[in-house]
């Protein structure tokens, strides 16, 4: 038996022992349906080869082992050359050169792993598959990259690719994707994938190209990761009978070999998350109520957004000045019954942490001008009913959509020419809010149904300056700051706004109630 030696990385199968070259019949050959890792033939790339090996024939051998490891067999398997074996076939021949092997299974697998990963064009699923072959026999992604002379993250990361869907993995495998698309979705917990994979496989309505890996992973951390920087609950400690998160391997932080995480790691199960962050905030809840025995709890609520938190369901918040005063001290003491208790819990309008709000159940009992009801109240939707969830949605929204006419009023059209500001406006819808709520406001004439490029392209250059100016706005962070910019007093329109938009409410119920 002659000992050939093979070209390999460092570490796989340095000699293999080599019985015969020469020309098979290639009705002997059989394919194992495990055998190549190759999945996917284009069509022009076989019909190149194929083309190929009719003017010079298969100029390097296709490798074989004995069916049942007997060399006396009539049948042999493939091990590697699968794709040179097709377009022989269908070049008409009849014969292929081959290399007989007298190698176990296991050896053969090696060898096609070898085989196949030093193929100039292999596909990231088609790398992935081979070191999962590899991986069954060796049983760990640090021994299968010792073997091949890669690093642990490389081989982690391509055997993450195996486990999305299979219309992902053909985009991966045929370019539309990139591996880098797969490793971010792989990251993500499969229940919380089905929008993620929506979003990376559809094109862009403007630019007709499917999303960067930048924007996925943008969005990957605005819908699904949590920063546990951010976390109310303990960390390190198991909490509401949940896996301690400095052991969980849903944080980055503790997977570096497949995630670029943070130092302090991000959350990458938001179910997980949220019911640890329920938990906090009762345990707050549950502490504040013994500070202030005799309160109403009246559970919790979110701060409105860009207009102060007055109020809760109509009954005035008292601040602190107030809550200092003697009386209301001694009315606290005396009828605790009349005082309420809300948790505010923490956003960017607010405290990072979850503070504790004091509400006046009985205007009557405060001392006369020690606190004044302001119209403006609190829109969260916390403890309300459909109706008022619904109601107060129609009120901010119209409160914001009058904000935002007066400074369009405003706005003054620059020298830019109008092919400029299309190609502006363009680039603003694409950073996504609700577009045809800001092209309703600049141009009334907009249909439910019509699209949104071209709605764009037939508005006149003073519109579409308005509309940049406008979809550059950020509804829920600081918007009375951004209107000042524009001579807008948010806090002075509020008020008669609240109420065109209450008569505004009332007349739509009653178009909906004739219906």
Not at 92 to 97: C, D
Not at 330 to 351: C, N
Not at 371 to 379: E, F, G, H, Q, S
Request: proline share 5%; glycine share 6%; hydrophobic share 40%.
């Amino acid at each position: 038996m002659n000992i050939r030696k093979v070209k390999c990385k460092p570490g796989l199968i340095e000699i293999i022992p080599s019985t015969a070259t020469g020309l098979m019949d290639i009705s002997l050959i059989k394919v194992p349906e495990s055998g190549n890792h190759r999945q996917y033939f284009t069509e022009e790339g076989m019909k190149e080869l194929e083309q190929n090996i009719k003017q010079h024939g298969v100029l390097e051998p296709i490798l074989l082992r004995p069916d049942g490891g007997d060399l006396k067999d009539k049948k042999f398997l493939l091990i590697a050359g699968e794709r040179r074996l097709r377009a022989a076939k269908a070049a008409g021949l009849k014969q292929i050169p081959a290399r007989i092997m007298d190698v176990t299974e296991d050896v053969a697998h090696e060898i096609q792993v070898a085989e196949n990963l030093q193929r100039q064009n292999l596909g990231p699923i088609e790398e992935a598959v081979a070191f999962k072959r590899l991986h069954e026999r060796l049983q760990s992604p640090a021994a299968v990259a010792a073997t091949l002379d890669k690093s642990v993250p490389y081989v982690v990361r391509a055997l993450s690719l195996l486990e999305l869907p299979e219309p992902v993995k053909v985009m991966i495998e045929t370019g539309e994707l990139t591996a880098a698309h797969g490793h971010q979705l792989a990251r993500v917990p499969e229940k919380n994938r089905e929008a993620l994979i929506r979003f990376a496989t559809t094109r862009n309505e403007w630019s007709k190209q499917y999303p960067s890996v930048d924007d996925l992973k943008n969005v990957i951390e605005q819908k699904v990761e949590h920063d546990l920087k951010t976390a109310l609950f303990p960390k390190e400690t198991e909490y509401a009978g949940l896996m301690a998160c400095g052991i969980c391997p849903h944080n980055t932080g503790n997977q570096g070999v497949l995630f670029d995480g943070a130092v302090s790691g991000k959350c990458t199960n938001p179910a997980c998350f949220n019911r640890k962050t329920s938990a906090a905030l009762q345990d707050f809840a549950d502490k504040a109520q013994k500070r202030f025995p005799g309160f109403k709890v009246m559970g919790m609520i979110s701060h409105p957004g860009y207009m102060d938190l007055k109020d809760v369901k109509g009954h005035p918040i008292l601040p602190d000045d107030v809550l200092m005063n003697n009386v209301v001290k001694k009315a606290m003491l005396e009828t605790p019954e009349k005082f309420g208790i809300v948790v505010v819990k923490p956003s960017k309008w607010s405290s990072a942490k979850p503070t504790t709000a004091i509400v006046c159940l009985d205007d009557a009992i405060l001392p006369k001008g020690v606190i004044k009801i302001d119209p403006l109240r609190d829109y969260g939707q916390n403890q309300q009913t459909e109706e008022e969830i619904k109601r107060n949605r129609f009120i901010n929204g119209y409160i914001q959509k009058e904000l935002l006419r007066a400074v369009a009023s405003k706005i003054n059209p620059s020298k830019i020419d109008k092919k400029t500001w299309t190609h502006i406006a363009f680039n603003s819808a694409r950073m996504g809010g609700d577009v045809k709520f800001i092209l309703n406001i600049v141009d009334g004439n907009i249909k439910e149904d019509e699209d949104i490029e071209t709605a764009i392209k037939k508005l006149d250059q003073d519109v579409l300056v308005r509309f940049v100016v406008l979809s550059s706005f950020n509804l829920w962070d600081d918007l009375e700051g951004q209107l000042k910019i524009f001579g807008v007093d948010a806090k002075k329109m509020a008020k008669p706004l609240q109420k065109e938009a209450e008569k505004a409410w009332l007349e739509t119920m009653k178009v909906e109630e004739k219906k």
